[in-house]
């Protein structure tokens, strides 16, 4: 799991200076981190390895169908044919 850098005294401060009284600049800032903590993200090697697998399952299952279309081709061309 990655970690996610949030600087809660940058985000205070910037609440402060728009207008945000104290007490509640820091309770957003307390429940962001919470949500930032708890979060399951996906990072690019995720990302890649789960694009692989979907790719060698597609591959797979090219490769199966095919031989399906091809044995029932085979079945129906001797059906006719004999």
């Not at 949500?35 to 990302?47: C, F, Q, R, Y």
Request: aromatic letters at 6%; proline letters at 1%.
């Amino acid at each position: 799991m990655t970690a996610i850098i949030f600087d809660t005294l940058k985000f205070v401060k910037k609440l402060k200076t728009a207008g945000m009284p104290e007490k509640q600049a820091n309770a957003l800032s307390e429940a962001l981190q919470d949500t930032h903590l708890e979060a399951n993200l996906a990072t690019k090697n995720d990302i890649k390895e789960l694009e692989l697998k979907v790719h060698t399952e597609l591959l797979l299952l090219k490769w199966m169908l095919s031989f399906l279309l091809a044995g029932t081709l085979a079945l129906v061309t001797r059906a006719f044919l004999m």
